[in-house]
Nanobody
Framework: QVQLVESGGGLVQAGGSLRISCAVS????????MGWFRQAPGKEREFVAA????????DYADSVKGRFTISRDNAKLMVYLQMNSLKAEDTAVYYC???????????????????WGQGIQVTVSS
């Protein structure tokens, strides 16, 4: 059984920074592409950032480019999302996702992902 558990969310003022983390567990979990998605109230879940298995390839939504950075530590089975210059419109529940047994390029479509975390709230006050 694969589990993804997000942590590090909370309340931050506009212009501030926050790093959220995703811990992956599961004995059968192999190489994977990882992604972060978010869902604001009344809106559909949307792509935020993605990273390949090697970490050598990343992609970002236009709305977060230059402000957010995705990274991973495969030895620790961790994925991170560093969020800087936060805006009120970044307020959402953030989800970590994994596309298992996949060593190809990054994936930005949520339908490509096999496993999801429970989500964590990030609130940016203006």
């Amino acid at each position: 059984q694969v589990q993804l558990v997000e942590s590090g969310g909370g309340l931050v003022q506009a212009g501030g920074s926050l790093r959220i983390s995703c811990a992956v567990s599961g004995r059968t979990f192999g190489p994977s592409a990882m992604g972060w998605f978010r869902q604001a109230p009344g809106k559909e879940r949307e792509f935020v950032a993605a990273i390949s298995w090697s970490g050598g390839s990343t992609d970002y939504a236009d709305s977060v480019k230059g402000r957010f950075t995705i990274s991973r530590d495969n030895a620790k089975l961790m994925v991170y999302l560093q969020m800087n210059s936060l805006k009120a419109e970044d307020t959402a529940v953030y989800y970590c996702a994994a596309k298992a047994y996949y060593t190809g390029t990054v994936r930005t479509n949520l339908r490509d992902y096999d496993y999801w975390g429970q989500g964590i709230q990030v609130t940016v006050s203006s």
